[in-house]
């Protein structure tokens, strides 16, 4: 290009200049000072190579320690069946359940998880786990760098971690982390170019996300808050690019139909919406202390910043934070999420406190305030931690040698099983096995449960529930309505198997009744 003179323009020249790598010329007073980009760009490389490795130990300090989860055995028979060609859209594993209908599975997460396991067992799983937390970590942190500066962005995503860890346990809903948090880094784009192309992203994004976990509708949800705020109340985008937004977010709602199950996952979604109150699912609690201390202290600390600079907020940024703080309060599986979408709503807050601060102050204070509201002490972290199946399945709590028995043994067909205990025998006990239920409370009809735990009350309405199943796997010492502990007496039922967690008893009069007499 050149100007009316027939000369090339000086940004052409100076892009000329550039591009060949050479010394760059900035003035200093009335002189040039060649200043080589070399080191500049070598500082670089070693401070993405740091935060790499640190998300990677922030991902392994989660993943490689003891944890329990009672739905992993059923996970990976899904991604085993998967595997072998066939999707499972009914309750296959039930014994009197088998036909009812499951409308929606994190189908390609399941067949990953097995995926893992074939190929390095529990290590494997873990390793998978860490990653993934290791990348949501890094993508916040991205995230928030797009508002403010290095130093309160690591440590966002520094405290973050601690909200993190009671969720940090190979469930879909750690990919869900990542996903969000992608999510927030394109609204971050279109905040920062004051455009809704790279929402446009989130489509994709979106039907990716909901091959691997139901809450993609989330995912939607952040971009609908974000479009209609700027419609609403335009602070960023034009009105007709809010309109645009708006129908982006549509779109992403529809493309959470982009699976096998297609629109199941609404459905799946409105029947956990209507879990009935008997039926004890622990992610529906609403946030504890202590174990979510963390998540408390940094409600507290954004609601606060953003009073301190109310001015100055957009109301989409008021929407996502009110709306997903709500979510997080009353079910603690939204603690995770709301972290990786408002992360950068916090941070562009703190950024304002210290404009200046580019060290790490900011992380080293907020590793520390993590450690000290942490339920986890800093000794139990190293105690605890550890390789292998011994640390996702702990022999304290799920049982080391009663699959050998049950394949020894004999022991088939119909099982009563303390509710815990369904997922350990989905995965090593079928399809000789169908377990009475499992904790995925929704693949049961609620009359399921509802006439177990009222027939648990009297000994004669608890022999009609077992009529016809002849042995049982109990859990020990947990008297409660769907594990069945204590509703099997000696004089009818023989223990044959017993471990640390858990015996297994056949009923004296059935066809494994000649156990007893071994």
Known sequence: MKDPSG?????????????????????????????????????????????????????????????????????????????????VRTNLFSAGHAAYPQPFEPWLFDLGLFGLSKIGGAAAIQTGQAVTIAVTLAIIYLACRRRCPKGIALAVATFGAFLIEPRAVPRPHTVSFALGACTALLLERARERRSV??????????????????????????????????????????????WIGVAIAAVCVAANAVNPFGLGLFAYLWQNARTPAFIPVAEFRP??????????????????????????????????????????????????????????????????????????????????????????????????????????????????????????????????????????????????????????????????????????????????VVAGIDWAVITLERNTPLTGYGRFPAAQWAEVYRDTTMVIVVRRSGRFGVLAAR
Not at 206 to 220: C, D, K, P
């Open 197 to 242: 192309r790279p929402l446009i992203w989130t489509i994709p994004l979106i039907a990716l996300w909901s091959n691997l976990h139901a809450e993609s509708l989330f995912g939607a949800a952040l971009v609908g808050l974000f479009a209609i705020g700027e419609l609403l109340r335009p602070q960023i985008l034009l009105r007709r690019q809010a």
């Open 7 to 87: 000369q090339a323009s000086a940004a052409t020249h100076k892009k000329r200049f550039h591009s060949r790598g050479a010394q760059v010329l900035r003035p200093r007073g009335a002189l040039a000072v060649a200043v080589d980009p070399k080191p500049a760009r070598r500082t670089g490389v070693a401070f993405g190579a740091a935060l790499v490795a640190l998300a990677l130990s922030a991902g392994a300090l989660l993943s490689f320690h003891w944890m329990y989860e009672p739905d992993l055995g059923w996970h990976l028979a899904q991604g085993r069946e998967i595997a072998a060609g066939h999707l």
């Open 287 to 464: 946030a504890y202390l202590p174990t979510y201390a963390p998540f408390f202290v940094y409600l507290a600390c954004g609601v606060g910043l953003m009073f301190w600079k109310r001015r100055s907020l957009a109301l989409w940024e008021v929407l996502v934070f009110g709306g997903f703080g709500i979510l997080a309060l009353r079910h603690v599986r939204f603690v995770s999420l709301f972290l990786c979408v408002t992360a950068p709503i916090v941070a562009a807050r703190l950024g304002r406190l210290s404009p200046r601060t580019v060290g790490v102050r900011w992380a080293l204070a907020a590793l520390l305030a993590g450690m000290l509201v942490s339920p986890v002490p800093l000794e139990a972290r190293f105690k605890l931690s550890g390789v292998g199946s011994a640390y996702i399945a702990p022999p304290t709590l799920v049982p080391s040698g009663a699959a050998g028995f049950i394949r020894e043994a004999g022991l088939e067909g119909p099982v009563f099983n303390s509710v815990n205990l369904g997922g350990y025998l989905i995965w090593n006990a079928y399809p000789s096995v169908r377990v009475f239920h499992d904790t995925r409370f929704q693949s049961y009809p609620p009359q399921h449960f509802e006439s177990t735990i009222a027939a648990f009350r009297s000994q004669s309405e608890w022999e009609k």
